[in-house]
């Protein structure tokens, strides 16, 4: 069993920017981004596979999850492409040796870092599980992680390898770029990032022992905070029991779920 995930977003990649008032997508060098994003994927995987990695694939989760250039990827790895409603992971019930999440960012209301959001800046402002706020390290990490796949390693700004730090404190991390304000950054050059990057996930397979899965035990306290009064009213969120979410204030909803990511589910 020697399967790898490298999970792929584009904030958190060296030299990504958003246009102010928008997001990586309107971003004046998207085209530069998703080249970027690609050769940092591909950074992560040959260094899994000089690792002893018999298989790689690799997981373009950006949304809607058709953003890389995947001629430049490694011939040997394989590529998930696209998202559904019904769930994040692509999971296709193949065990997995461990996971790498690379151009990640801090979670959303994060000070000064670069892009940071859950999931949807403009539905969210924020997503607390048992009490704690969770970005998209912690739900992604911990979907995988119910499978008992490790989590490895996390490329970032440096506001999101903190964060990566904080749930899973054994993690292998590399700031590709410091965080100034959500529209500044000083960066790493693009060519170091994927030097640090290969040379980081390397460290993480030789400490491969004391790499955990990030799980926690449900059932867990689930609860959304929008930023439009609309959004959380019309907001469909069922609980383990099938009842509807509580309102906790006209912007919150609340609700006990089996797992933390149970939310994303329409009926879950
Ligand atoms: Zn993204």
């Known amino acids: 069993m020697k399967r790898f995930m490298v999970a792929v977003d584009l904030e958190g990649v060296a030299c990504a920017l958003p246009q102010p008032g928008g997001s990586v997508e309107d ?4 085209e530069f981004v998703r080249g970027q994003a690609t050769r940092e994927a591909n950074a992560a995987a040959r260094a899994l596979f000089a690792g002893g990695a018999e298989e790689v694939v690799v997981w373009d989760n950006h949304g809607r999850g058709c953003s890389l250039n995947y001629r430049e990827l490694d011939s040997r790895v394989e590529i998930a492409i696209g998202a559904t409603v019904e769930r994040r992971i692509p999971d296709e019930g193949r065990p997995l040796a ?3 999440l690379i151009g990640y960012h801090a979670m959303e209301g994060t000070p000064q870092a670069v892009m940071a959001h859950t999931f949807s800046s403009v539905t969210y402002q924020g997503i607390a599980i048992n009490g704690e706020n969770w970005g998209e390290l912690a739900f992604d990490a911990c979907a995988v992680g119910d499978h008992g796949c490790p989590i490895l390693f996390v490329s970032s700004d440096d506001a999101g390898c903190r964060e990566a730090r904080h749930f899973f404190p054994w993690v292998e991390t590399v700031a590709t770029k410091r965080s100034l304000a959500f529209t500044r950054i000083v960066s790493l050059h693009p060519d170091a990032a994927v030097e640090r990057i290969y040379a980081g996930v390397r460290r993480a397979l030789e400490r491969y022992d004391e790499m955990e899965p990030f799980v926690v035990p449900g059932p867990v306290r689930c609860e959304i905070r929008y930023k439009r009064l609309d959004a959380a009213q019309h907001a469909h969120l069922v609980d383990r029991e099938g009842k509807a979410f509580a309102f906790l204030d006209p912007f ?6 089996d797992r933390p990511w149970g939310f994303m589910l329409p009926d879950a």
Do not use: Q, Y
């Open 252 to 257: 919150t909803r609340f609700g006990m779920l």
């Open 98 to 100: 461990g996971l790498v």
């Open 27 to 30: 971003s004046f060098n998207i």
